[in-house]
């Protein structure tokens, strides 16, 4: 079954240092998306990328950073520049990211906690 | 500028009694409207959407959504609730123009089912 898969599930950060979350999907969606998830905020939008080699910032883009080398991965690197990295990430893909967008699919996320 | 409003944080029904989630969006034109479904520690899952025609759109679960252009509302409803159903649940709104359709997530409602 087509999916995205997140990994891991759960990871650990000791201060200043740097973290990469994982993200794959296999549903030939073009569009890729992170969010980053708190207690009561909702989701709000670190980084997307409509196509390869292309990315931009989202609302909340500073002390993160992204690649998209392949179409089906979409790593996202928690730098030792964000203050408070403690959260629940999401990625999501879409089929496209214009106006013909049928809704996200989800992965199932990963839990970042800072020790 | 956009917005998602979910102005209920916490809602408690009994099992076998029916629900509504409510939803308010703001955008200036026609929204892509969503909901979905997110079980402690998990991603989210797709309920329904709403883009264009009959303003009462059915989903997965037996959930359904009315879409009021009046009112600027998306609200959720179920007829009788399962205790499966326990979960949060997020309004989206995707809005945007080019190539590029934003999502906006509100904050999100949980439920919990009384047995």
């Known amino acids: 079954d087509g999916g995205i898969t997140q990994s891991p599930k759960y990871l650990f950060r000791k201060e200043g240092q740097n973290v990469t979350l994982s993200c794959e999907q296999n549903l030939n969606h073009d569009a890729m998306y992170w969010y980053r998830q708190d207690p009561g905020q909702g989701l709000r939008l670190i980084y997307y990328?409509?196509?390869?080699?292309?990315?931009q910032k989202g609302d909340i883009a500073e002390g993160y950073s992204v690649s998209r080398e392949k179409k089906e991965s979409f790593p996202l690197t928690v730098t030792s520049a964000q203050k408070n990295p403690t959260a629940f990430y999401l990625c999501?893909?879409?089929?496209?990211?214009?106006?013909?967008?049928?809704?996200?699919?989800f992965g199932s996320g990963t839990r970042l906690t800072v020790v | 500028a956009q917005s998602v409003t979910q102005p209920d944080i916490h809602i408690t029904v009994s099992e076998g009694a029916s629900l509504e989630l409510r939803c308010n969006y703001s955008y200036g034109a026609t929204p892509y409207l969503f909901w979905y479904v997110q079980s402690p520690g998990q991603g989210l899952q797709l309920l329904l959407k709403y883009f264009s025609g009959d303003t009462l759109v059915q989903g997965i679960k037996g959930f359904e959504a009315e879409f009021k252009r009046s009112q600027s509302s998306f609200n959720l409803r179920k007829p009788s609730v399962h205790w499966s159903d326990a979960a949060e649940y997020f309004c989206?709104?995707?809005?945007?123009?080019?190539?590029?359709?934003?999502?906006?997530f509100g904050s999100g409602t949980k439920l919990n089912v009384k047995p």
């Open positions: 989206a709104v995707g809005a945007g123009s080019g190539n590029f359709n934003k999502f906006y």
């Open positions: 999501a893909s879409s089929i496209g990211a214009g106006r013909r967008n049928y809704g996200y699919t």
């Open positions: 990328s409509q196509i390869v080699n292309d990315f």
